[in-house]
């Protein structure tokens, strides 16, 4: 019986397109003398089965046979395995800003009341201009030390938009709030520079 399942269980793999398969594994029933597969085994066949390019019911049924696999069997399904293309990485996606606003905002750190309940809330808005990501607009919410991307498009769109209303407000008020400036996020020092919440140099570089 357990031999008829280990046939069928190498058929059906058989039977699945794989890109680039090689000689699929013979899978041999458990005799009396074949121990069970270490622990080893067991997570280098997980780890193969879920990085190889298998469809989901290959992979399904590769699982579902493992509780039927000895040493020797395993063996061969991880040689079969090792075999196949690995799935490619996905791309890392930005956390881009994607918003009519975007023109009006430069680099910097804003503060804005959000809309949603008035409280004041901390942002991050990141242009690059070199690398791969140049060209690209990034927002993250600011919480003490932690910068936490805003995957969300409708709510940073939200954001986007209430901070384009007073953009050098928004720099300002950040500034005002944290003691450090809003442009280039260095301490304000000077009480002139506390109180405006943009320092001197970025003053003049803003035209303020």
């Known amino acids: 019986m357990l031999s008829e399942i280990l046939e069928k269980h190498l058929r059906e793999i058989q039977a699945q397109s794989v890109p680039k398969p090689v000689q699929a594994p013979t899978f041999a029933a458990p005799t009396t003398g074949f121990w069970a597969p270490s622990d080893k085994q067991v997570k280098y ?3 193969l089965v879920e990085g190889k390019q298998l469809t989901p019911e290959q992979r399904a049924q590769l699982m579902s046979g493992l509780a039927v696999l000895d040493c020797r069997s395993i063996t061969s399904s991880i040689q079969w395995l090792v075999g196949l293309p690995w799935t490619p990485p996905r791309p890392a996606r930005p956390n881009v800003v994607s918003n009519t606003n975007v023109g009006k905002i430069q680099e910097g750190r804003y503060a804005i009341a959000h809309p949603a309940d008035q409280t004041l809330h901390f942002y991050e ?5 070199e690398g791969k990501w140049a060209g690209f607009v990034f927002m993250s919410e600011l919480s ?3 910068h936490i991307p805003m995957k969300d498009r409708v709510a940073r769109d939200v954001v986007y938009a209430e901070i384009a209303k007073d953009v050098t407000g928004s720099l300002k008020l950040y500034g005002q709030k944290i003691g450090r400036c809003g442009h280039c996020s260095k301490q304000l020092t000077d009480e002139v520079s506390r109180e405006f919440g943009i320092g ?3 003053r003049k570089a803003l035209g303020l």
């Open 200 to 202: 001197p140099v970025c």
């Open 144 to 146: 003490g030390e932690n």
């Open 125 to 129: 808005v990141r242009k690059p201009v």
């Open 45 to 47: 066949f997980k780890a």
